[in-house]
DNA sequence: GCCAACGTTGGC
DNA sequence: GCCAACGTTGGC
């Protein structure tokens, strides 16, 4: 899942606790939020537009997909006029803070990683904000925090 | 600040 | 249903 840190950043959410994740408004994002992600799912925070961009900690998926509370403010800036509480258009999960990393894996370290050029985030005109990543690429990114920087 | 990539909107 | 125009994302 990305943030921009300027707006959510890993610290944010450690201060949290947990949050939800509203003002998704791209609908592939929110299917992956509203059939693909359940309570308990481990979730990499990247944090994007950044200096510099790449994963900053681990988070969880606290609860299922609900109705976005911000479609319905007006003075939201994710306000959507065209959603009624009645039928929604825009769902979100929360997340939890499970851990900000002890080295963050930047983007340019992620691109250097052999086994990670697959990863839906580095491919090409890859914009969404949020994408399902496989086990191993999980993992392998989870060593990269762990262990030391490349010089 | 630039710009490529992509999604959405709306006229037809 | 097509597609041009426009807006947004996000790396650089």
């Not at 201060?15 to 990499?44: I, P």
């Not at 839906?120 to 914009?127: C, D, I, T």
Request: net charge positive; glycine share 6%.
């Amino acid at each position: 899942m990305k943030s921009e840190p300027g707006v959510y950043s890993i610290d944010t959410l450690q201060r949290e606790g947990q949050t939800l994740w509203e003002g998704v408004r791209n609908y592939q994002a929110r299917n992956f939020m509203m059939k693909d992600m359940k309570v308990g799912d481990m979730v990499l925070f990247y944090h994007s537009n950044a200096e510099p961009s790449g994963v900053a900690g681990l988070a969880q998926v606290s609860s299922p997909a609900v109705a976005d509370p911000s479609q319905f403010k007006r003075r939201s800036k994710s306000y959507d006029a065209k959603s009624s509480t009645e039928s929604p258009r825009w769902f979100c999960v929360s997340v939890r803070f499970v851990k900000k990393f002890e080295r963050f894996v930047s983007l340019a370290q992620l691109r250097q990683t052999p086994g990670l050029a697959a990863m839906r985030l580095l491919q090409k005109g890859q914009r969404l904000s949020i994408m399902p990543v496989t086990g191993q690429e999980f993992e392998r990114i989870c060593s990269l925090a762990s262990t030391a920087p490349r010089p």
